[in-house]
């Protein structure tokens, strides 16, 4: 049996959003069950007696907010509903975290309270872009870590390789390097030097990406650094948004348009549908020892139904030895430097 | 009089794209000369007899190409139409030089053949980004220095109020600082240093800006790193693109959506006009000393028109002594650390 641990008290709309996710996910996944952490009242007040056998409460008061300093809040707030989760997952209490708090915050508390697979010095966070051709790309890091060095983005290709042949079911997916140009020489110091290091690797790379390409569906798989990722994430929402609601506007301005949006409306809708990063589930932290999912954090009950689900599917797939396997067979070609295994930094 | 010269060997559509261009802008503005440099019968013959008489034509066949390495192929090819349009500009027999060439060769001719205002270690490319509210936003810089420090992201903070003041009659321009989270805090290590330094800086910072926010207008000017900058570019471009794609095709889909786009069409075609790239002009290379314009790769007719207007308007309202004077102003309050004089790295 699958269990999955909610941290139901990050996120914008916690824990009413979180709660009604876990409703239908219980209701929807009967062999799944989930553990809700959280200010136990609150949530059993939410749940109006829709908790069916599956779900549990664990109560706390405590809660890491959205501006602490991730590591030491961490260090400082066991008993807060983040780092219970993660202590579940650690102790093998539940298989699969999920949390829409903090990024920094839930890498903390997957590197420290779960651990780093062998080989992982940075794990990564690891959403599914919506792209043009429907298909979508693994993008990574989307924010875990600031300054990334060309080794850590080495490590996040072979994460994502294995992650997408098992969960997109590609057999050698196409993995991308995010740049500025095509051309070989491109980019700045770390991605030059990620360049020559995806090159000599078994893997399937395709070179540099732009990003305009990568939207069109190019790479199975793009490789960047976290700052960039999360802008990229950022930048890709606000323009849907934008767009789509000046779309809507354009429909509804007037009686001539609103007749044209009759006609109109429902391909649009599932053109909006086919962008809407909800539908895309959450992302998972690629590289901690155990499975840790971050939902988006203005997520609503279905992007948290969809979170859910995708950690369901993290478990089930056997996600978590798969990828160890992928970084042993790594492990076993080169030599890891000792410093790879060295204390958190922030 | 104004004189503009044109590099009309750069870009995707070269070089029929920039003579349609001239043309338009020729007939448009008498008070302006446009020197065009390139394969004179080819321009000649594309041209059928419309170039007014303030259009004169320079020949030369040399052409720098889009995967050069841009420091050594403008160093060796002083005849290139690139590097005699910088030479022009260096020499005073223009005001203003105009190219849809390889970004980091109009960099490197810029540097090299024109040079640099005092005080500027590296200039910026910046680019007007359409935002949600119709106003737009500088980003910079889009892609000419690649790995950039504190300092170099500082000074584009000051080029660009100077220019947004003037440009955009701002009176006290909002600049943010492109990050992954609003809190002091955030980003990689460059980006925080930089926090600081605009912090302490006489301008109106308004702090850390996420992409999303960028997007609905929260700033007049964004500054970030060119890897940073040049991704965002291409992603809003990208996104812009797939989406107005998917809109085309589910107003064409069948008949009622065709009837139902006959309704709405003219709308959300103002909508994609707002969001259009090609509406903004080009961008300029603040710091050079000189004007120095760079057109979209991609330029179609209309955006060459767009450009060649911007850099009109650009000499027509002074901006290059203005950007001096602010520069200077800068350097006066300041002690300038006299490494920011160095040579041209690439």
Known sequence: MITI?????????????????????AAAFSDTRFIVVGDEQRIV???????????TVRHTDVVIAGEEEPVRAVRRKPDSSLVMAAQMVANGEADVMVSAGNTGAIMAAGMLVIGRL????????????????GKGV????????????AEN??????????????????????????NVGTEDSKGNAVVKQTFTLLSQSQLH????????????????????????????????????????????????????SRLGAMLVGGRLRSLRNRYDWAEHGGAPFL???????????????RAW??????????????????????????????????????????
Do not use: W
């Open 153 to 178: 983005l080495l490590t996040y290709a072979y994460m994502a390789d294995a992650y997408v042949k098992h969960v997109l079911d590609i057999e050698n997916p196409r993995i991308g390097l995010l």
């Open 5 to 25: 641990v909610v941290d139901a008290m990050g996120g914008d709309y916690a824990p009413v959003a979180p709660v009604e996710g876990i409703c239908e996910a």
């Open 287 to 301: 590289g901690v020892n155990g499975g840790c999912i971050k939902a988006h954090g203005s997520s609503n009950p």
């Open 305 to 346: 139904f969809m979170a859910l689900s995708q950690a369901r599917k993290f478990i089930a797939n056997d996600l978590l030895s798969k990828l160890s396997t992928a970084m042993e067979e790594r492990n076993a070609r080169i030599s890891v430097p000792d410093h790879q295994y060295g204390d958190v930094e922030r």
């Open 118 to 133: 062998p080989g992982v010095e940075r794990p990564a966070l690891a959403p599914i872009l919506p792209t043009f051709d």
């Open 138 to 149: 693994l993008l990574l890091d989307a924010g875990a870590t600031m300054d990334a060095s």
């Open 205 to 256: 790379f395709i070179g540099n990406v732009e990003a305009r390409e990568m939207m069109a569906g190019c790479a199975d798989v793009v490789v960047c650094d976290g700052f960039v990722g999360n802008v990229v994430l950022k930048l890709a929402e606000g323009i849907g948004i934008g767009l789509f609601s000046g779309i809507r506007e354009a429909l509804t301005s007037n009686l001539t």
């Open 45 to 55: 007040e939410l749940a109006k007696g829709r908790f069916p056998a599956n779900v």
